[in-house]
């Protein structure tokens, strides 16, 4: 816990990310969204991947807790370092 609160971890899903409401779909939009929230950055386009914005295997984790939790849909995390695109 001392290590989460100075900042050394991060959390794997933050509930004030995700929506009140599950919805089986999301949008390119929304998805793009919630990777720049986990990514700390603002560039991301539909067009890039997971490796080309840098996130790590953790952060991949989070945006699947964060799909299923909105979506109510599970997503893999090879799923998504596989996935070419977002779009």
Known sequence: R?????????????????TSHQDPSVTTAQLIEWVRKISGKAEESAKDDLVSIGMSTLDATRLCALIRSNTGRGVSVTDLFVAQTFE
């Open 2 to 18: 001392e290590s989460l609160e100075k900042g050394l971890l991060k959390l794997v899903h933050d509930e004030n990310l995700s």
